[in-house]
Structure formats: structure tokens, C-alpha cells
T-cell receptor
Framework: NAGVMQNPRHLVRRRGQEARLRCSPMKGHSHVYWYRQLPEEGLKFMVYLQKENIIDESGMPKERFSAEFPKEGPSILRIQQVVRGDSAAYFC????????????????FGNGTRLTVT | AQKVTQAQTEISVVEKEDVTLDCVYE???????LFWYKQPPSGELVFLIR??????QNEISGRYSWNFQKSTSSFNFTITASQVVDSAVYFC????????FGQGTRLTINP
């Protein structure tokens, strides 16, 4: 059973370009979470999605960042007009259930995408 | 507000020593999970343990053990007879799906 798959593993973008990060959840998982890890820091929650729905985007920067999880295909985290401060590791996790009252599965993280903005 | 504090930024020990990583959390939730993750130099996040807030039993897995004390809101992690391969950054986290992470403890095991 494949784990959470993220690609690319490394992504280099120049300032002003767009970055698209992809995440395929574990088989059977319908909920996806994105976290960001700035250098020398812990992970910070960004957004929580289920298929075709954003459940919680309280950690997303107000501008330039968006996320989607379509009915078919991977979840995409899109960063438009990247700036140097966006350089970080972006981790995706998935779970079977997302209800706040039903804690059924641990969060399985992908290997992350390391974004470098030059 | 939820908060996780890992007061030890860096720890360095000699191989075979025991080492304990501290984790203190704050939450108003009555039901929650506590987690530990390992991040080796290669950068991935390795899941180590998830603990339900209802279960205060200590857990042992090989050289790893965890001590959950609800009364002090702590969830400490001990590595017995440490090895060089244990060198990594260790993160404590609290929550369910939306996790709050501590800042991490960088553990270096010297041969």
C-alpha cells in the first residue's frame, strides 16, 4: 500500500513564477492536509480538504495561495507569484476520516516538496 | 488556544546514553491526540506514535518509550541506549486532523 506521494521532491522557482505542488493521498484516504515548514521551524497547518471541498483553510495566507482536491487526481497546492519568503518544505498528509469527533487514523505524511525561490 | 512546547532546542549525548525529550501541551479540548514524529536529515517525517487523551498508559516500543501525564500536560519521549541513527529532529504534536507542532528538538548522538 503506497504511502502519501508528493511531487516534485524539489522545486526551484524564480520570484514571480507560479509553484504547483501535488499530493496523492494514501489509498482509501479521502482527506488531505497541507502543512508548511519554514527553515528551522516546526510544521504549521495550512489547509484541510476533502474531495471537491475545502474544510478548513485557516492557516492559508490570504493572498497568492490556493488549494484544491478534485474528484479525480491529486490535491494541488498552488502558490502564485512566489517570493523568497515562500521557500520552505511543504508537507501533505492524508487520513480516512476527517470528523472532529472521530479520530480513526494517524496522519501519514508524504516526503514533502522543498520549494526554493531564487 | 492550542500550543505545544518543546523546551529543549538541541540535545547532544554520547551513544548508548538514555535521553528524554520533553513535550508540554496546552489545549481546551477534552478529546485529543498526541503525536511524536522523527525528521531525519533526509527531511521526511516519520510517524512514531499517536496517543489518545483517554489513554494514559505508558507505551514502550523497543528502545523507545513514552510517558503521558495528563495532570502535567506532558508527553515525554525517552530513547534508551541511544544510537547514532537516532540523530534527527523530533517533533511533538497535538490535535486530531489539524495538528499543532512544537518547534522540535534536534537530537545528536555522538559515537
Amino acid at each position: 500500500n503506497a504511502g502519501v506521494m508528493q511531487n516534485p521532491r524539489h522545486l526551484v522557482r524564480r520570484r514571480g513564477q507560479e509553484a504547483r505542488l501535488r499530493c496523492s493521498p494514501m489509498k482509501g484516504h479521502s482527506h488531505v492536509y497541507w502543512y508548511r515548514q519554514l527553515p528551522e521551524e516546526g510544521l504549521k497547518f495550512m489547509v484541510y480538504l476533502q474531495k471537491e471541498n475545502i474544510i478548513d483553510e485557516s492557516g492559508m495566507p490570504k493572498e497568492r495561495f490556493s488549494a484544491e482536491f478534485p474528484k479525480e487526481g491529486p490535491s494541488i497546492l498552488r502558490i502564485q507569484q512566489v517570493v523568497r519568503g515562500d521557500s520552505a518544505a511543504y508537507f501533505c498528509a492524508s487520513s480516512q476520516q476527517g470528523s472532529d469527533t472521530t479520530y480513526n487514523s494517524p496522519l501519514h505524511f508524504g516526503n514533502g516538496t522543498r520549494l526554493t525561490v531564487t | 488556544a492550542q500550543k505545544v512546547t518543546q523546551a529543549q532546542t538541541e540535545i547532544s549525548v554520547v551513544e548508548k546514553e538514555d535521553v528524554t525529550l520533553d513535550c508540554v501541551y496546552e489545549t481546551r479540548d477534552t478529546t485529543y491526540y498526541l503525536f511524536w514524529y522523527k525528521q531525519p536529515p533526509s527531511g521526511e517525517l516519520v510517524f512514531l506514535i499517536r496517543r489518545n487523551s483517554f489513554d494514559e498508559q505508558n507505551e514502550i516500543s523497543g528502545r523507545y518509550s513514552w510517558n503521558f501525564q495528563k495532570s502535567t500536560s506532558s508527553f515525554n519521549f525517552t530513547i534508551t541506549a541511544s544510537q547514532v541513527v537516532d540523530s534527527a529532529v523530533y517533533f511533538c504534536a497535538q490535535g486530531a486532523q489539524k495538528l499543532v507542532f512544537g518547534q522540535g528538538t534536534r537530537l545528536t548522538i555522538n559515537p
